[in-house]
């Protein structure tokens, strides 16, 4: 642990410094006091001919931030008054208090139809308005996500993926937070979600990519509140409703959300696989025609201000789902005893329940010296009941298995962050974190026919202490550097009760350096290159004894020994206005993925997470929006080269594949948007593993009426295509099949927005790092 603190307290950087970049933000109000609602905020050169920066007025603010200094002319459009207008020298940072005078000129009735792209572009990160009518009128945050350009919902909709990144931390109020509570959010509580390519080291080492989630914005005082419902039509009926809404007294803020879900699930699967060794076959198809899924998510903050940097501050999250969920399996079996016909029925009864709350402090303990710190507890419990029955060669059903399975973790984390403002152009940020995880699952398997019994009673401890400094400023001008170090600290212990030594017993200490440089060549262009070293540690669930039944000769079982991912990666990226190129080349070791393998000891198959060797590749992207007059879009290509291996494995060819993103938004009227597009993967050869093509369409229409009141149609997957389809053969085990996603949809959605609330007073931070492994 020593060397733990040495190197985070004594890391230390050089550089030299050039020119010094300002900040510029106002306060723009009419002439009777009142903040002007909305306007364009233009920063142009001394001689008024090149347009450096452009910002919206929003709420009678406005800020430029990384400015170099020199001096700027300002221009300030708004609707109903005189243009303002100043020239200024920008020689440190400034604050302006402006006054509008209002137009003499007497308009008449004007209605201005333009549109604004939804989805941004800078230096390769992506960021989506989730408040632009087409993405807030969906309830679901994980559809939410789909829209973004590279972000892929896996198909049992329990994890994240981004191309050529892999899973990516969830942040929200500039703390991560966990998979569980992105979904319990209402959708109209984001403002925004944008896709970090190259976070910082003060993100977690897990950080290949960071999806950083922003709340909407509500005024110092008054009251705003949210009402919603949507009717989805899938293969079942899908109901969401959802509210969300805040108070201020101008000082204090409280705000809170609720959903109710009531949700028709489908879901299957099909997998045919060879043991050419032990002379065994095997195809299967898994069936849930209604999983019968309620969910009641929610939270609730409060926000109080001690000073005007000061602050602290609580915010609870909890969900509760149930399922109801029978599922259906036919498998076929061939071995040398002979040909099996099996029909399986198992009723599931499934309950999840999650809860984490936090609480914040933050103080500015200097002038350029800022500390937070936070405390937060998280918990999380999974109960199964399955019975089992099934139907041998048309024999009649039989009662084989009753199962009894319990999971839960509970996990308390404590944060620090300093943040020194040494100069202008030098900021140093240095922060450890402390997190103690303790997860239990007891498993009772009952054999009916026998009437014998299995239990598993398991135990899992971790500590994870970690710390991070980074240095970050400019050279000179165009130049800007950030230079970061984490340190992590890992325990791992996990046993079974009946046994005197641990499962596992692991202790070690990595160190994960990051790099990036950041070259702007005119006011249009930008060259970065950044160096990263990070971690991908599976779920706490995935490495307890939790298992579950697919047919009598298939069992899905977690891996308690499964190691996490380790990746090295370089990056480039060159931007032009809101276009950029980017180039990505990694390497991993012990990722990861599903695979079926044969076990001796029990002669059955095995669907299990294991890690492989290595996992190598590159990738190139272009990303090109395009915005005129009423048409917005964005578009997206990337070619990839993506290779898997390993020492057990059958190494097929490996070839690129494209993949493609396009989304076409049309404002016909100031109320009226309509919206197309979708994505394109083609085949994919990844050595070890063979997975099809995909194209999936969808198209949106919304109206609002009123101002208040909001409705959209939607169709998506319109082609019914989301079905994933997977070659491989592992260890001797060679098999194919398909995953069928339940995409395709006709959703009726309605929102009613009332109150007057817009700017917001609430700030917290989730402080646990091992949120997102809590499922």
Same mark, same amino acid.
């Given at each position: 642990?020593?060397?733990?603190?040495?190197?985070?307290?004594?890391?230390?950087?050089?550089?030299?410094?050039?020119?010094?970049?300002?900040?510029?933000?106002?306060?723009?109000? &009419?002439?009777?006091?009142?903040?002007?609602?909305?306007?364009?905020?233009?920063?142009?050169?001394?001689?008024?001919?090149?347009?450096?920066?452009?910002?919206?007025?929003?709420?009678?603010?406005?800020?430029?931030?990384?400015?170099?200094?020199?001096?700027?002319?300002?221009?300030?459009?708004?609707?109903?008054?005189?243009?303002?207008?100043?020239?200024?020298?920008?020689?440190?940072?400034?604050?302006?208090?402006?006054?509008?005078?209002?137009?003499?000129?007497?308009?008449?009735?004007?209605?201005?139809?333009?549109?604004?792209?939804?989805?941004?572009?800078?230096?390769?990160?992506?960021?989506?308005?989730? #408040?632009?009518?087409?993405?807030?009128?969906?309830?679901?945050?994980?559809?939410?996500?789909?829209?973004?350009?590279?972000?892929?919902?896996?198909?049992?909709?329990?994890?994240?993926?981004?191309?050529?990144?892999?899973?990516?931390?969830?942040?929200?109020?500039?703390?991560?937070?966990?998979?569980?509570?992105?979904?319990?959010?209402?959708?109209?509580?984001?403002?925004?979600?944008?896709?970090?390519?190259?976070?910082?080291?003060?993100?977690?080492?897990?950080?290949?990519?960071?999806?950083?989630?922003?709340?909407?914005?509500?005024?110092?005082?008054?009251?705003?509140?949210?009402?919603?419902?949507?009717?989805?039509?899938?293969?079942?009926?899908?109901?969401?409703?959802?509210?969300?809404?805040?108070?201020?007294?101008?000082?204090?803020?409280?705000?809170?959300?609720?959903?109710?879900?009531?949700?028709?699930?489908?879901?299957?699967?099909?997998?045919?696989?060879?043991?050419?060794?032990?002379?065994?076959?095997?195809?299967?198809?898994?069936?849930?025609?209604?999983?019968?899924?309620?969910?009641?998510?929610?939270?609730?903050?409060?926000?109080?201000?001690?000073?005007? &940097?000061?602050?602290?501050?609580?915010?609870?999250?909890?969900?509760?789902?149930?399922?109801?969920?029978?599922?259906?399996?036919?498998?076929?079996?061939?071995?040398?005893?002979?040909?099996?016909?099996?029909?399986?029925?198992?009723?599931?009864?499934?309950?999840?329940?999650?809860?984490?709350?936090?609480?914040?402090?933050?103080?500015?303990?200097?002038?350029?010296?800022?500390?937070?710190?936070?405390?937060?507890?998280?918990?999380?419990? #999974?109960?199964?009941?399955?019975?089992?029955?099934?139907?041998?060669?048309?024999?009649?059903?039989?009662?084989?298995? &009753?199962?009894?399975?319990?999971?839960?973790?509970?996990?308390?984390?404590?944060?620090?962050?300093?943040?020194?403002?040494?100069?202008?152009?030098?900021?140093?940020?240095?922060?450890?974190?402390?997190?103690?995880?303790?997860?239990?699952?007891?498993?009772?398997? #009952?054999?009916?026919?026998?009437?014998?019994?299995?239990?598993?009673?398991?135990?899992?401890?971790?500590?994870?202490?970690?710390?991070?400094?980074?240095?970050?400023?400019?050279?000179?001008?165009?130049?800007?550097?950030?230079?970061?170090?984490?340190?992590?600290?890992?325990?791992?212990?996990?046993?079974?009760?009946?046994?005197?030594?641990?499962?596992?017993?692991?202790?070690?200490?990595?160190?994960?350096?990051?790099?990036?440089?950041?070259?702007?060549?005119?006011?249009?262009?930008?060259?970065?290159?950044?160096?990263?070293?990070?971690?991908?540690?599976?779920?706490?669930?995935?490495?307890?004894?939790?298992?579950?039944?697919?047919?009598?000769?298939?069992?899905?079982?977690? &891996?308690?020994?499964?190691?996490?991912?380790?990746?090295?990666?370089?990056?480039?990226?060159?931007?032009?206005?809101?276009?950029?190129?980017?180039?990505?080349?990694?390497?991993?070791?012990?990722?990861?993925?599903?695979?079926? #393998?044969?076990?001796?000891?029990?002669?059955?198959?095995?669907?299990?997470?294991?890690?492989?060797?290595?996992?190598?590749?590159?990738?190139?992207?272009?990303?090109?929006?395009?915005?005129?007059?009423?048409?917005?879009?964005?578009?997206?290509?990337?070619?990839?080269?993506?290779?898997?291996?390993?020492?057990?494995?059958?190494?097929?060819?490996?070839?690129?594949?494209?993949?493609?993103?396009?989304?076409?938004?049309?404002?016909?009227?100031?109320?009226?948007?309509?919206?197309?597009?979708?994505?394109?993967?083609?085949?994919?050869?990844?050595?070890?593993?063979?997975?099809?093509?995909?194209?999936?369409?969808?198209?949106?229409?919304?109206?609002?009426?009123?101002?208040?009141?909001?409705?959209?149609?939607?169709?998506?997957?319109?082609?019914?295509?989301?079905?994933?389809?997977?070659?491989?053969?592992?260890?001797?085990?060679?098999?194919?099949?398909?995953?069928?996603?339940?995409?395709?949809?006709?959703?009726?959605?309605?929102?009613?927005?009332?109150?007057?609330?817009?700017?917001?007073?609430?700030?917290?931070?989730?402080?646990?790092?091992?949120?997102?492994?809590?499922?």
């Amino acid at each position: 642990m020593r060397h733990l603190y040495f190197l985070i307290f004594c890391f230390s950087i050089s550089a030299v410094f050039g020119q010094d970049q300002f900040s510029l933000w106002g306060n723009v109000v &009419d002439e009777h006091g009142n903040n002007v609602a909305v306007g364009d905020v233009l920063l142009y050169d001394e001689s008024q001919e090149n347009l450096i920066k452009y910002t919206q007025l929003y709420d009678g603010g406005f800020t430029f931030n990384a400015v170099v200094g020199n001096s700027y002319y300002l221009r300030i459009s708004v609707l109903g008054f005189e243009d303002y207008e100043t020239p200024f020298l920008l020689d440190k940072n400034i604050e302006l208090e402006i006054t509008l005078t209002e137009s003499a000129e007497q308009l008449g009735e004007v209605e201005v139809v333009a549109a604004k792209n939804p989805i941004t572009n800078k230096n390769g990160n992506l960021k989506i308005d989730v #408040q632009n009518p087409v993405f807030s009128s969906i309830p679901d945050p994980l559809d939410v996500l789909a829209k973004l350009p590279n972000v892929q919902i896996a198909a049992d909709r329990e994890s994240i993926s981004i191309i050529g990144k892999g899973n990516p931390l969830i942040y929200m109020g500039g703390q991560r937070i966990t998979f569980e509570e992105l979904t319990a959010l209402s959708v109209d509580a984001i403002e925004s979600i944008e896709l970090i390519a190259n976070p910082s080291a003060k993100y977690e080492a897990e950080g290949r990519a960071v999806l950083m989630v922003t709340r909407k914005r509500n005024s110092s005082k008054g009251v705003r509140m949210n009402v919603s419902e949507t009717a989805s039509f899938r293969r079942n009926f899908n109901n969401y409703i959802n509210s969300n809404g805040s108070y201020s007294n101008g000082n204090w803020t409280i705000q809170g959300n609720f959903a109710y879900n009531d949700l028709g699930q489908w879901e299957s699967h099909t997998f045919a696989f060879d043991i050419p060794e032990e002379n065994i076959f095997s195809d299967y198809l898994v069936l849930i025609d209604l999983n019968k899924r309620k969910e009641i998510n929610g939270g609730l903050g409060f926000f109080y201000p001690l000073k005007k &940097d000061d602050y602290f501050s609580f915010n609870t999250t909890f969900r509760r789902q149930t399922n109801d969920a029978p599922i259906e399996t036919e498998t076929f079996v061939r071995s040398e005893a002979g040909e099996d016909n099996i029909v399986s029925d198992s009723e599931n009864d499934n309950i999840k329940d999650y809860f984490s709350s936090n609480f914040n402090y933050n103080k500015k303990v200097a002038k350029n010296l800022n500390l937070f710190t936070g405390l937060q507890y998280s918990f999380y419990k #999974q109960t199964l009941d399955t019975e089992i029955s099934n139907n041998f060669n048309g024999d009649g059903f039989s009662l084989d298995e &009753d199962r009894g399975q319990e999971y839960k973790i509970n996990s308390l984390a404590f944060r620090v962050d300093l943040e020194h403002i040494i100069s202008d152009n030098l900021n140093w940020e240095l922060g450890a974190n402390f997190n103690e995880a303790r997860a239990g699952a007891f498993t009772e398997i #009952q054999e009916i026919s026998n009437n014998s019994a299995t239990i598993f009673d398991f135990d899992y401890e971790e500590r994870l202490h970690s710390g991070y400094t980074t240095l970050s400023g400019n050279i000179k001008k165009g130049i800007d550097y950030e230079l970061g170090l984490r340190v992590e600290y890992n325990k791992v212990r996990s046993e079974l009760k009946d046994q005197a030594l641990p499962l596992v017993d692991r202790e070690n200490t990595n160190l994960f350096p990051k790099a990036s440089l950041n070259l702007q060549l005119d006011s249009t262009k930008t060259v970065s290159v950044n160096f990263a070293r990070s971690i991908s540690r599976p779920s706490f669930r995935g490495i307890s004894t939790i298992r579950t039944f697919i047919n009598p000769f298939l069992e899905a079982v977690n &891996d308690v020994n499964l190691l996490p991912t380790l990746t090295n990666e370089v990056s480039a990226n060159f931007q032009w206005k809101n276009k950029s190129i980017n180039a990505l080349y990694y390497r991993n070791t012990n990722t990861t993925n599903f695979t079926i #393998q044969y076990d001796d000891t029990l002669e059955r198959a095995i669907l299990s997470t294991i890690n492989f060797e290595r996992e190598s590749g590159f990738l190139v992207q272009l990303t090109l929006p395009y915005s005129h007059k009423k048409w917005t879009s964005t578009n997206t290509i990337s070619l990839t080269y993506n290779k898997i291996e390993d020492s057990i494995a059958t190494i097929g060819s490996t070839s690129p594949y494209l993949y493609a993103y396009s989304n076409q938004q049309f404002k016909i009227k100031k109320d009226i948007s309509i919206a197309f597009g979708g994505w394109l993967l083609t085949k994919r050869q990844e050595g070890i593993f063979q997975r099809n093509g995909l194209l999936v369409l969808d198209a949106t229409i919304t109206k609002t009426f009123f101002e208040k009141l909001q409705c959209a149609i939607r169709l998506n997957d319109i082609t019914q295509a989301m079905n994933f389809e997977e070659r491989y053969s592992v260890n001797g085990v060679e098999a194919a099949g398909v995953y069928f996603v339940d995409a395709q949809e006709v959703a009726f959605s309605v929102k009613y927005d009332f109150g007057n609330t817009k700017k917001t007073k609430f700030k917290n931070k989730d402080v646990d790092e091992n949120l997102g492994r809590i499922k």
